[in-house]
């Protein structure tokens, strides 16, 4: 049990960034974890984290999150990645996609590495786990530790925008059986990060109908996540997940208009049934960042809306409303739904990632 | 010809509001039509049209379009709608739906009307058109007229989300046929028009995943605009459509999200050819509000933007990009558009179409 | 001492409107106070509050805060105004201008009104109080008591736009005194309800320079409460203050950008020092709302920010930075300020002045 | 006479910023100017325009005016700036301040070069423009070029917000003298361009306070505009300026609230007329780009808004409202103004200097 034997020692890698800035403010709290080691770049290195996020030009400071870094987190010098090696109970990741390839293999040989970058989600021998959804996944950490020759592993966090998805789709999926998804995305400016993210004058009065490989990832770790663990793999789910991601000028939570199939008949008030009883395990795991429901239900005819329910559940809940039967599909039903992109679609999501290895004797 | 005996004198009922108001920026310099009355309720009737938008409490004039008023139309006297019967060639309606129902049908016993309102465009008599995409159906017209008794007709616009929806899927519905069509719109804060329209505060940083009865208005009215005529009627598309209609913060410009599966197999580059090539009559029939196209295809990755494409062809066109083929779905292609919902989709739309009707002789 | 001898008796009236529901979220879960009574307009009355801010037409809960409504305050009845009389320890008024006039003085002959509205703000014997910048106006209330044979009173809370620049020209009317305040202020949508408020399509990429009454609410409004008690009255401070005030597409949080000339030199260090160290004797006083300190510094160039600093101190404390000399004018001083509309400016604000009250032995 | 004798060949370096963008529009059509080569850093010299700015990542074209760029303008190859000496009869440089620094004294040696940056706006031997407000300081350029041994010379246009404040005092300063100048800026998003620009993140939902820099450059250039030519250099006016500068979520238009004491005593009536019959010379010039009038008065209370007035006469005007006596300060009057940034702001204002010296006789 976590907190027994002390805090179990966390590092953050990618630490200047807005996602790596996400962690200190999940973790700088957290009954289980302590932060012990920061790292980012060259730039930043050899510095305190409190100077190393000060613009040269004007002094101001540059924290994304809303809320505060303490004093503490300020205090601790920024160093390279390599100096974190062997110091750590587990390695948080925040870098991008191609210093993941490089830096979490490293990591992964010693220590377990929670990542936030798609680099390794379509790895054969790697689980890519949303918790309350595909616990049993966590078992591929096994094999792959065997199959890399490694005392450590990565773990990725899926995609923002895939998390509300295979979430809802879930109860929906056991019950039903899905034939076929039709989604598309109204996502929020946070989930492009800030260097340089979507410019003011880019989203203003607008709308950008196109995310780079978003759509792609969104089809394929969905048909993953709710896939089955096969002892060396994971055999994706067959029903075909197809979508449309957008832009809008909202700054937190993904927005996600749902149209499915399902194989069996499915009534609304079935369909509502799944998603508010749906139970994948978490709450009674007893993590500190767990809902108390992985999906919330909204009966009112106009939500969920955004800004309205981005924070149900500490933003760890997807919102679902606007449940109707689908006549043009067979066995038809659509929804909408709301997910926090930057609470459980990132940082926090993973560091609920993490209490769940924990719990389960996975971490030091 | 219209123009040869003199301008065609149009009156408009509901002139005091955001489409009354764009009905005279599409009229004010018609080389076909002259303004010659506008009605509006009690409480602006009796009063020249420039006193009668001046807010009461502040003094500012209650103006909603871009362009300007001429100072011929500010000194139009507001008069009550029942003291333009048989005094023009033709009726411009922006009332709402339930005054339609009680006013356009007294006007129709002698006058054509065109009307925004949503009141009659589901009558078996009458038909509903976008020019362009189902010009066959005017001759419903006739048959209206017998069977209501009336020398003149109601032809009622369709909802501003459908008319990009139709426009596109009317080439693949002609080339490839349709099985299935599943839309997501974002749309524009214009659409909701302006009393009260939709609150600054519930639409910053925020969607609003419902526009009452937009979604069912979308599927059957596409389902009537690519239907057949049949001499008493039309027999509507039997594709099934399914819409989820949201509201975002864009002033105008609608965006959807369309993915179709079509009954002979598509190539991106058949649909592509498809939608470039496609001519609906419009532009040899020397109307002047017609586009050039009435598809305009953009092949940037990230196109359209209602920001930057709500305004093709003077926002008379609709403009689609991200055509991809939709593997989900038998047969599928999916692609984006972009449509401007007070242009093409209302009053701009509605005078496009009386230019039709005079250019047929339906008018004078 | 509140609490000792159970909980206060609050009665909301205008329990409906955005102000209303700010005074429920401020008082369901108070210490001091209770919700007893909610009174709204005949068409809510006779209906569980529950019911009454229902949508009639599309079912939605017309609830504008962001803390949601506990089951208990869903569940009081909404009744008329009349049937409150001689049940509360306070009345919470947060009803409009016309009707405070009528209303608020028949409450006051029994019962002590708190209210938003801005009716009785310059009544000769009614004092305007910011808790922490001028406690000692309360005294004036003996003599508004006297002047009209009440047993209660009526304490009007002043401008949301004043409440911020009043407080920050405390200290340096205090230490250097005053010659000249020169103000433009970027406010928020919220400032202005909800019914009908400010359109979306008006604010949308725009700025609308002009807010009705305001500038001469807040220049009156400063000097009052800035002024001097004199037994019965208040003498208004003598500098003059001239204000622009605009609205900009902010939800929360007006922003205030000041200039000041002083009547000693005042250097930067000492004005910085003055509002940092600004005690107006809240701290001490153990109220539940009080914020820790009135006036917050932040030292980075590009604060304070309406997004950013709106919630310091719960939203109850003024946030002040960009603090530059001003040597265009003499003893010139510059600053920008952000202040919360809502909390600190409305309701917050307002209970946060009954603790005051409650304390020093007004109430009950 | 321009035109008489051909087009005057216009070259444009840092072509592919925003600025750089915007000369192509003001200059693709223009009746007297060619586009004759376009320069840009080494990553674009060496390709067709049109290629230079396609994102090599996703293929979508960098272009950020609202007008299209031709297809002539496409096709120009892009040069290293060093290729276009001896070639043009006027260089329009678009350059960062750095940059300009080094390049824009190579070119002025033997080329008139009108610049956007603020690099040599306060040399004193270098005359600071706005067309209709001080047209007479363009003789310093004598002086200039003797000064410095040069053919052509260096005209920088001032800072976009200097341009609406510095017109509108103009005819105050004019008939009834400054004594004090006080103004506060809200900002639109274009005038900090593109690369990075403002975030979407960072202005959603905010203002920000700070805008580095500008407000020492409204301060002095305006002073050095309003001031008196004197052979060798420019006398600047002896009132004081001071600023807040803050940036809104606005695309396009600066507002500006203004505080002004004049010398002579100042009615809103007199004010009003000297705004409105201002003439500075530019109607009677002929210009291609001039506004009939520098200064556009609205007399709406709610008035000059961004969105509905920045385009007043083509986005060369500067839109007065809310016109006030100001008791606050001595002869006191206050106001509003709203000036289009990348219009008179920018390349289009540069354009028409270019003009005023072409009509004089100054280019080729």
Known sequence: MPGELG???????????????????????HPWFEIVALAASERSAGRPYGQAIKDAKTGARRWYADEEPSDKI????????????????????????????????????????????????????????????NNDHVKLLDYQRKNRGWKGFILPQPNCTTIGLATTLKPLYQQFGLKLVIMTSLQALSGAGRSPGVGGMDILDNVIPFIPNEEEKVQRETQKILGAYCGTGVEPARFPVSCTCTRVNVMDGHTEAVFASTEKP????AARRAFAEYDGGLAEAGLPSAPRHSIVVRDEPDRPQPRLDRNAEGGMATVVGRLRPDSALENGIKYVLVSHNTKMGAAKGAVLLAELLAKQGWLG
Chains 1, 2, 3, 4 share one sequence.
């Open 7 to 29: 805090l179990l020692r966390a590092g953050i890698i990618g630490a200047t960034g807005v996602v790596g800035q996400q962690f200190m403010v999940a973790l700088q709290k």
């Open 74 to 133: 300020l205090g601790i010098p920024v160093e390279l990645a390599d100096a974190l090696e062997g110091r750590c109970d587990i390695i948080f990741s925040a870098v991008e996609s191609d210093q993941a390839r490089e830096l979490e293999p490293r990591f992964a040989k010693t220590t377990p590495v929670i990542s936030t970058a798609s680099t390794f989600r379509m790895e054969p021998d790697t689980p890519m786990i949303i918790p309350g959804v």
């Open 266 to 269: 499915v009534s609304v008030e």
